[in-house]
């Protein structure tokens, strides 16, 4: 079998339930961002520790079931993200926040090179968070891939803070 089939030289695409859209289709949008989100993810590994490995490893897996779930018109079917990934990721920011010293400013992305690279995640996460609001605005989705994109984004983050962190890396704060 080929990689290729010509069926998208149109510009057309198909979703879950072989129904044909446009590539510039909200749906389309919303989960070839999320897409993007799970290739920076792929582009940070390895971090050079463990933990935070299995946690982004993890959460590419969850992007493909999010990918999947915004991929289907019918948001009641599976595969679908649910309050389990959501909690998944809620504890990785607990773990890591445990290990951080408190937030008490706004920081500028960058740092370590993992970590800067867990800061570019984050931002294509908050745009794949808004190309899924967009969305729900006209279309039904599972409302739950929503939240999951919104939790990553702070995990991404909290996670690009503690490799800093963990890399001896000081976070640098915006002059105003």
């Known amino acids: 079998m080929t990689i ?6 149109e510009g057309r695409t198909d979703l879950r339930g072989a129904e044909r859209v446009s590539k510039t289709n909200p749906r389309i949008e919303a989960y070839g961002t999320v897409d993007e989100v799970n290739s920076l993810l792929g582009v940070a590994l390895p971090t050079g520790y463990d933990d935070v490995d299995r946690a982004l490893h993890d959460a590419q897996h969850h992007l493909h079931v999010a ?3 915004l991929a289907n018109p019918d948001p009641d079917e599976d595969p679908r993200i649910t309050d389990a990934h959501v909690e998944t990721v809620e504890g990785w920011i607990d773990d890591a926040d445990d290990e951080l010293e408190p ?9 370590s090179e993992s970590g800067a690279s867990l800061h570019h995640a ?3 996460a908050r745009r794949a968070e808004r190309r899924a609001v967009a969305l ?5 989705i599972n409302e739950t891939v929503v939240v999951y994109l919104n939790r990553l984004s702070d995990a991404l983050f909290t996670l690009a ?4 962190a963990r890399n001896g890396v000081p976070e640098d704060e915006p002059t105003y």
């Open 103 to 111: 937030l008490t400013n706004f920081v500028l992305p960058g740092g």
């Open 136 to 140: 729900a605005e006209d279309e039904a």
């Open 4 to 9: 290729y089939t010509g069926r998208g030289d």
């Open 161 to 164: 803070r503690l490799l800093n």
């Open 67 to 69: 990918q999947a779930d």
């Open 122 to 124: 984050r931002s294509v």
